[in-house]
């Protein structure tokens, strides 16, 4: 059985698992350490090496990161410290954890683990894309299963501000927007990326899709839209998947 360590760096929580790569299923309980203050990067990795300590893990990891990763170096910091940007996050969790860390951006590691043990196992083909709908809006897009990495359509621009800044569920929470007034928003984002890419499926995953119920049913649109099905396990289980294919 193929295992790996999948952690999922956020603004508030570092949590992680052991991974089956073969199922998709956790071997361990999920971890979870709170990010420390500022999320300065050597403060992270001290955290990050508590975690597989605490799995008395050795072997490879996969680690989500709120960034824009390039060949394992943050280039953006979301919800953390700016500190990262240009950071080796690979050597620098590599070096604190002892172990082989293979870095990629959060949303990309929920989209890779929908796409192989979620919604998207059975709606692999042509334009599939995944929105996180959390503190801000993470984005996967997939061709015929193929991943793009580090999309941010998040900071696409929707009457002149980041489309996070108004559809997100941080952004739905700050302005009190009933579902109905969040889903006109939403929509409006939505209609904008249908017209840029004429996807086959949205996938909608992230905090927010635990209520999908309440707004999906109010959206219009040409594109079929789904919630997702792993929820807050996807970054992790995904992380896992990307760190096994690179041993």
């Not at 361990?28 to 990010?35: D, F, N, Q, S």
């Not at 960034?67 to 953006?76: D, E, I």
């Not at 979620?118 to 993470?138: A, C």
Request: include cysteine; hydrophobic fraction near 45%; charged fraction near 20%.
């Amino acid at each position: 059985m193929k295992t790996a360590l999948g952690i999922d760096i956020g603004g508030s929580g570092i949590k992680g698992a052991v991974v089956n790569l073969e199922s998709g299923e956790l071997l361990t309980e999920r971890v979870r350490l709170p990010t420390p203050d500022q999320a300065k990067p050597e403060a992270v990795a001290e955290v990050v090496a508590d975690l597989v300590r605490s799995l008395r893990w050795n072997g490879v990891i996969g680690c989500g990161f709120p960034a824009v990763v390039h060949q394992g170096v943050a280039l953006t910091a979301a919800n953390v410290h700016k500190n990262w940007i240009g950071t080796d996050v690979n050597r620098l969790l590599s070096e604190a954890t002892g172990c082989p860390t293979y870095t990629l951006n959060d949303a990309d590691a929920a989209g890779i683990a929908e796409m192989r043990f979620g919604v998207g196992r059975e709606n692999s083909r042509g334009v599939v894309i995944m929105l996180t709908l959390g503190t801000g809006i993470g984005s996967a897009i997939f061709t015929d299963g193929h991943l793009v990495p580090n999309t941010e359509f998040g900071h696409l621009k929707i009457r002149g501000k980041d489309a996070e800044w108004r559809a997100s569920d941080a952004a739905r929470k700050r302005k009190k927007l009933t579902w109905k007034k969040y889903a006109k928003r939403l929509q409006e984002f939505l209609n904008e990326m249908e017209n840029l890419f004429w996807p086959d499926l949205f996938i909608v995953g992230g905090g927010l899709s635990k209520q999908a119920d309440k707004f999906l049913p109010l959206l219009s649109l040409r594109t079929r839209i789904v919630p997702a099905q792993l929820q807050n396990l996807a970054g992790i289980i995904g992380a896992a998947l990307y760190a096994g294919e690179r041993v």
